[in-house]
């Protein structure tokens, strides 16, 4: 079957930095989207990757490793602002998107 | 980017009463657009795929005669729940995939409609 794994939830600290895993099991494999939602707000698109490795994006980038199945979410210079959850999602072979559940990331001054 | 709105925002509408939610590609044209439901604390579940010009397709244990959905131009979908029950009350959020991007599928969501069915 088609399944996302990734933490439930996390506690980082103001200025520091932090990396969400997420791994997945897809019938193919069309990229993987990494999408911030803040509570009560629809999901904002962030990353993605269809190509092994590193892609930066300012202060966030994603790692994809396709042999793995294997993607994370790293988030340097945390602010206040980055409280949010954080949606891991696959495009399957027919593009449909299979969501994870989300990470809540908890920020502390 | 392209902007996707959803109308309302939020609703409170008793139990065995019909709620009507728009969808709407605001800068661009989308003959897809998805519905999802997400549930507190919960990921998003994709409810149905609305194809402009034919029949939406309906994920596995979601009611066609519930839900309804009507694609009727290309920057409009709309969702309507009948008879909503308070099981029925949840956050339903509306996408559309980015035209200019092909296979690459990223999608843009409307900002979300939070229903409560008393």
């Known amino acids: 079957g088609q399944n996302i794994d990734q933490p439930t939830e996390m506690t980082a600290t103001e200025g520091a930095i932090v990396q969400i895993n997420c791994t997945y099991q897809?019938?193919?494999?069309?990229?993987l989207f990494w999408y911030q939602q803040h509570a009560g707000e629809a999901p904002t698109f962030l990353s993605y990757n269809v190509l092994d490795g590193l892609e930066e994006k300012g202060r966030f980038s994603s790692f994809l490793s396709r042999s793995k199945g294997y993607s994370y979410l790293l988030l340097k210079e945390l602010q206040m602002k980055d409280s949010a959850s954080y949606l891991c999602a696959a495009a399957d072979s027919n593009y449909q998107l299979i969501w994870g559940a989300g990470t809540k990331l908890i920020i502390k001054p | 980017g392209a902007v996707v709105s959803q109308h309302p925002s939020w609703v409170i509408c008793k139990s065995g009463t019909s709620v009507k939610i728009e969808c709407r590609s605001l800068d661009f044209q989308a003959t897809t657009m998805f519905w999802y439901r997400q549930f507190p604390k919960q990921s998003l579940m994709l409810m149905a795929t609305?194809?402009?010009?034919?029949?939406?397709?309906?994920e596995q244990g979601v009611e066609k005669d519930k839900f309804l959905i009507n694609h009727a131009s290309l920057t409009l979908s709309t969702l309507t729940v009948t008879s909503a029950h308070p099981e029925d009350s949840s956050f339903y959020i509306c996408?559309?995939?980015?035209?200019?991007?092909?296979?690459?599928?990223?999608?843009?969501f409307g900002p979300g409609t939070r229903l409560t069915v008393l």
């Open positions: 996408s559309a995939p980015n035209p200019g991007q092909g296979d690459y599928n990223e999608q843009f």
């Open positions: 609305s194809n402009e010009g034919s029949k939406a397709t309906y």
């Open positions: 897809t019938s193919g494999f069309n990229g």
